[in-house]
């Protein structure tokens, strides 16, 4: 139940976009802002906090105002402020690069939305193959079973659930390439896009997991019934949003190749 809400929600965040989009955005960076603080500073909570969300909601908002360049490097100026409280540099890296990881996907990600005429496209795509990888990889370990990924990191983990996830995302792509691209020759690579999308959400989830085990904690928070937090929730699409934010920055022509429309 909670994850059909959750599903239901972004759903209607992504096709309304503008504020709206912003706002589902800005309520997230506030909830992983604390869980991220509360897991890496435990000591220290609300300085960490007050740090990774002044930067994470600049962020955000200045990336909803189309200023994705001036967001991030308003979000790289408050991970460093933040960082300067730690003395060791363990302890620097957890926190500027804890900001980053929270405050950045989000920013990318409105960013995304925002690409005209193809950012509710993207969007959609994106949310497609996470929730087929995510659905396929559970589904895929329980019932095939197999050796595990990394039991230290995450004990129930297999590559059978990898392998499932991944091939789910590829056969999910492909199906928006149907929707999305006319031309049916250039249908194709969108198989081998899914499964590259599905495969990064699956290791941001795996990276996550590493992280709960560097500081110790089952789950992020419980403020998800079901599911923990929303750094537990969203790893996933938090990884692939900075694949495929990355892919379109750098690879502007990408869009014609996807969407059949010029960059």
């Known amino acids: 139940m909670s994850g059909l809400v959750l599903a239901g929600l972004g759903l209607a965040a992504a096709f309304a976009g503008g504020p709206w989009l912003a706002a589902a955005c800005g309520a997230a960076v506030v909830a992983m802002s604390y869980e991220w603080a509360r897991m890496s500073e435990p000591e220290a909570t609300m300085p960490a906090f ?91 370990g329980k019932l095939i079973g197999g ?51 599905a495969f990064t959400g699956l290791m941001g989830d795996l990276f996550e997991s590493f992280l709960k085990r560097r500081f110790g904690v089952k789950d992020a928070s419980r403020i998800i019934p079901g599911h923990g937090g929303v750094l537990d929730r969203i790893d996933s699409l938090m990884a692939a949003t900075l694949l495929v934010g990355a892919a379109l920055a750098f690879g502007p022509r990408a869009t014609s190749l996807l969407f059949g429309v010029s960059p």
């Open 147 to 197: 050796p595990k990924v990394a039991r230290g990191l995450s004990p129930n983990k297999t590559w059978s659930g990898i392998v499932a996830g991944t091939l789910a995302g590829a056969a999910a792509g492909y199906g928006c390439g149907l929707l999305f691209q006319p031309d049916p020759s250039l249908r194709v690579p969108w198989l081998w896009i899914g499964a590259l999308v």
């Open 50 to 140: 007050a740090f990774a969300l002044a930067g994470s909601l600049g962020a955000v908002f200045l990336s909803s105002w189309q200023y994705l360049a001036l967001g991030v490097l308003w979000l790289l100026l408050c991970a460093i402020a933040s960082a300067t409280r730690r003395r060791t540099l363990v302890g620097v890296i957890e926190t500027a690069g804890g900001a980053l990881y929270i405050g950045l996907p989000c920013a990318l990600f409105l960013w995304l939305r925002d690409r005209a005429p193809e950012g509710l496209q993207t969007i959609l795509a994106l949310f497609a193959i996470i929730w087929a990888a995510d659905i396929f990889a559970y589904f895929g």
